[in-house]
């Protein structure tokens, strides 16, 4: 008896059995459709075998193995492996999720012709004679054999990519494959021009959520065949079948996009170092502001350390300044001196950002006598006033609605915006320098990825004097005009409940501030704060990111919280918060049975407890060992399936959570 083991996209952690007369070791790693329940399903076929533990006269027949395309080679195979077993995740939706939606269906791209080939050999530019840090990197890269980490440490325009693109032009000259991976999609276009005129003859392949299903399809199988020289693309790019990959680049390294935080709740930073592992070869993983958990590696020699402690460009590093506001009445949030610097940089026809990380006009509406407040129907949080609309928004589950003319309680007629958004401070500075030209970056404002590409394109032009923006604003973008970066609000995660706030909050700073000061403008950072004499805010002065980060893991070491520990997150919603708590009990209950050496601690409520109308709870689990918390884990899925559970309750296992 032939028979196939299939990966299925079905939420159960087993793989299914198909009769499959004419199926032979070639068909390892193809696509099969095969039927299920009442329909059709498209599956990989993972094994062969010759007998099933069901019964024969059971066993159904596969519809057809699909040999349209090469089959996945045993090394995806092994990745997709790797991830079910450390994220806890039935193979199938791993594979599954692996593969682009149209392949997943069963269907192929149409091909389209490939470009001619030039004939001539085309050069690329002229390069920079490298700075004495960068050389001595890609050197250390190039001396690589087998497999290493390396972390490259280096500030916003200190020449990382630089250096990235030197050691894929040594790959690329030994026939070698590339891949890396950055954290947004909106930075792909800009990094794709700049690899593309660096090697015109190399075939880049771009991979991102964004691109329509067809191009995405076609990527992935000029990938499979080899076509592909360089892969570039957001996170789900570590999971392109490269067959001759001897590099791989994680740029951004501690972006918080690396991890996905639905479904497959994996980290393709983590990931790509377990295939860089597989496959034995180097990563470079790169960033001004590392992660703990990759500084830490590097500190205790894992990793290695690669450092480039200067600009490339610039002649200097901004100034970084802190503004006391404990004793200042500030105008809308914003301080004299910020307002001062603002006014400067207008009459040297210069840039100035102000960084304030919440987008909207307020983020709560109120009516002062009552005491009623906008608050969403469906989640455990204020609704967000949009002025610009006229919208009330919940920035959680996307509820909507009109602003009401008076309030829904008493009908008080002068309800209250209170606290500031990014809608607010452009109002404010629109009326505050009636000259300038105000152009506010968010998510509401760059909806799209046209919208972003245009805002970008002005900011470039000139054609804005004061820009007002969240975080968007702050990853990978030059603007050779602007000089100074006014940060506001950024207090409020300086005593946040999550013991990763420092770290982003310095991070974000950090980035925004790189922002300003490039080219032959010395930048200028102003911090708003009421705790002026935070070490979080003298590193940033003293741009000392070591110091930072040894203060923290310090901090962590003591209480005990990751790099030093491993967890991971059982989180159930339902409709009732009792509901999620008893499963959350009863998965405790019958995870301390096999607990060793790993402790589970209470289940909570969420800090958002409620999200579109569910009640959310969740459990911690934690271990000194990654080993012991992984055996743990394994066994403990299987009872966790078994257990019994309330009708529209859900769970899912949060491996290496990055969110509380
Ligand atoms: P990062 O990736 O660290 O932000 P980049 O590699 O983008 O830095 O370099 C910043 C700028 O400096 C780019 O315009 C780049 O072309 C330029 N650059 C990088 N290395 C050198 C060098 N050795 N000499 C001159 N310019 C350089
Ligand atoms: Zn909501
Ligand atoms: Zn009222």
Redesign the pocket.
Known sequence: MNIVRVALDVPLPRLFDYLAPDSDESDIGRRVTVPFGTGSRTGVIIELATGSEQPGDKLKAVTGILRDMPALPAAWLALCEFCARYYQTPLGEVTSFALPPMLRRGKLPRTKKPAAATSEPVSGPAL????AA?QAAVEAIADIAGFHALLLH????????????RAIDAVLARGGQALMLVPEIALTPQLEGRVAARFPAAHIVCANSGMADAARARGFIETLTGRADIVLGTRLAVFMPLTRLQLIIV?EEHDASFKQQEGLRYSARDVAVWRAHQLNIPIVL?S?TPSLETFHHASTGRYQLLE?PE???AEAMPVVRIVDTRREKLQEGLSAALLEGLQQRLMRGEQSLVFLNRRGYAPVLACPPCGWISRCRRCAANLVLHLADQRLRCHHCGFETRIPRACPDCGNVDLLPFGRGTQRLETMLVERFPEARVLRIDRDSASTPKKWQTLLASIHAGEADILVGTQMLAK?H?FPLLTLVGAVGADAALFAADFRAPERLFAQLMQVGGRSG?ADLPGEVLIQTEYPDHPLYRALVDHDYVRFARTQLDERRIAGFPPFSFQAMLRAEARTMEQSLAFLAAARSAGEVLADGVTLYDPVPMRMQRLMTLERGQLLVESLSRPALQAFLAKWMEKLYALKMPGGLRWHLDVDPLEF
């Not at 280096?154 to 693109?165: I, P």
Request: aromatic residues 4%.
């Open positions: 920079p004679r490298l700075l960068q280096g500030v916003t325009g200190s020449g990382k990519t630089e250096v990235y693109l740029d790169g001004a480039l600009r490339a460009v990978g030059d490039r």
